[in-house]
């Protein structure tokens, strides 16, 4: 076996888990470690973009606009912070997601993460009435 | 989207955790393994009165042959099947994904699912992933507009055809299918068609190998045939096998019985006297 | 040199009449280097049930953590133990879902169904599925692995055959690899037990 073909041991060197990785930097936040990584988190977004784009041009303004507001008020029903997650069922079905499958339904489900944090009510219940900041849901730790 | 306080649970989806340690890997020179591939013979034509696809039946890891008879003709929906090319993983991930979406759908419309509405799932994912997820698909279907046959590329773009292929293969079932293909083939001249160019493809694709699975859709019903055509038999048996007269030699035995597993019969009367 | 070839391993299952058998050589490696020659490669999910995960071993030992708290969820919720063919799509699943990003791991499942009769299952890296009637290897080994099991194995075997066909393919196997080896550790797995064995093989 070659000499270069080996990985150079680096124990008891200065090490940080950012240096093994790479200097914690601007562009490896923005870029992220995969070029699909950036694009799977705008998918959604970019979708629904485009897809109220066609709404606007085909009936005018005012008809995504009341959908908008629809899925606002059908937001707001939710459960508790805690334990059980908001189902989400009506804002599910005006958006059509309801009869959506992919991926992101079995892979890798944040209620099955082993890093799963029980949400915090206290704090929950304030993000909600936004006494307090950050994710009213936060998963992982 | 206007930012209101829509904040839902977080959903799922692929993980990206290990992408930058594999990375430094690489970049110290350590070569990644490569994942399976179907490296195929997939084909697809249109005969009188439906569709018949057929595949062989080889998937290989390098120059490994690692399954000498899997399956590459996928389940969409009773009157959809689809043949898969590129990395095995994701030839399989993509058809069963979009196979519960289908059904799903069915729920929700109570028709039979139509074959473009599988098509434009499947190239609405592989366009969304920009040609990472390897999938090159060969979709045939009837429903309730006819026949129809299409081609996936793993960048999503599509094709109708009459006939087609994909694969490693291509090429040489599609020589078949050119010189002699022609509109309203039998049934059973169509068969003897796409085994012709299966067959032409185990035998001049390396990637391509043992034997010949067909699928013939017709309006309402379906024939899958899974291994049609065997043309690659084993012929190295040996009769009596082999016998170790000298036996491994043992270090250790360690034994642990299984619990008996107790069957409970429930609303049973028992205790009646 | 390649990732997978790190530690080295040797990993096979084999299917026998109502039983199946699934062995592994017990050697760690740091390259050419020998750390560990009591090595664990395959471990238990519940009584009927094996994964042997070949592979780089630190992506393989959280792998195995990953799939057991899965299975005790599934327990939980259930109250009862997972089919084989639900085990390995869960594997399969695990897999995939860091598909841009893999577990340098290549796992071999073995299990008997409620009806007594053996699957084994492997699969790739991003959790490619190949079911086999026969059997299935995996490991640096792999290769060699092939060309013997093809050689030795019949079909409906007892366990005490299957145990002698298992040990004869993994050993003369992980004599031609260099990165495997010294010994191996074989499970037997009937209807009514497990028998563990540890073998002895070469020590270079």
Known sequence: MAAQNKISHQVGEFQNDVFRFDIHGVKSDIVGSHPLETLCQSAKQREEEMKRRILVNTYGTAFPMKMDFDRQILSRFQRPTGAIPSSMLGLEAVTGSLEDFGFEHYLNDPRESESFRPADLHHGMEVRIGLSKGPAHPSFI | ?273 | MSITEYNGSALVAMVGKNCFAIASDRRLGVQLQTIATDFQRISKIHDRLFIGLSGLATDSQTLYQRLVFRHKLYQLREERDMKPETFASLVSALLYEKRFGPYFCQPVIAGLSDEDKPFICTMDSIGAKELAKDFVVAGTAGESLYGACEAMFKPDMEPDELFETVSQALLSSVDRDCLSGWGGHVYIVTPTEIKERILKGRMD
């Not at chain 2, 366009?127 to 060969?138: I, S, T, W």
């Not at chain 2, 022609?182 to 067959?199: M, S």
């Open chain 2, 1 to 273: 989207m206007s930012n209101s306080a829509i904040d839902v649970p977080s959903r799922g989806g692929f993980s990206f955790d290990l992408c930058r340690r594999n990375d430094m890997l690489a970049k110290k020179g350590v070569n990644l393994p490569s994942f399976r591939k179907t490296g195929t013979t997939i084909v697809g034509l249109i005969f009188q009165d439906g569709v018949i696809l057929g595949a062989d039946t080889r998937a290989t890891e390098g120059p490994i042959v690692c399954d000498k008879n899997c399956e590459k003709i996928h389940y969409m929906a009773p009157n959809i099947y689809c043949c898969g090319a590129g990395t095995a993983a994701d030839t399989e991930a993509v058809t069963d994904m979009v196979s519960s979406q289908l059904q799903l759908h069915r729920y929700h419309t109570g028709r039979e699912s139509r074959v473009v509405t599988a098509l434009t799932l499947l190239k609405k994912h592989l366009f969304n992933y920009q040609g990472y997820v390897q999938a090159a698909l060969v979709l045939g279907g009837v429903d309730c507009t006819g026949p129809h046959l299409h081609t996936i590329y793993p960048h999503g773009s599509t094709d109708t055809l009459p006939f087609a292929t994909m694969g490693s293969g291509s090429l040489a079932a599609m020589a078949m299918f050119e010189s002699k293909y022609k509109e309203g083939l039998t049934k059973d001249e169509g068969i003897q068609l796409v085994v012709d160019a299966i067959c032409s493809g185990i035998f001049n694709d390396l990637g391509s190998g043992s034997n010949v699975d067909v699928c013939v859709i017709t309006k309402g019903h379906k024939e899958y045939l899974r291994n049609h055509l065997l043309p690659n038999p084993r012929t190295f048996v040996n009769a009596k096998g082999y016998s170790f007269p000298k036996k491994t030699e043992v270090l250790l035995t360690k034994i642990t019985p299984l619990r008996e597993r107790v069957e409970v019969v429930e609303g049973g009367d028992a205790m009646e006297e």
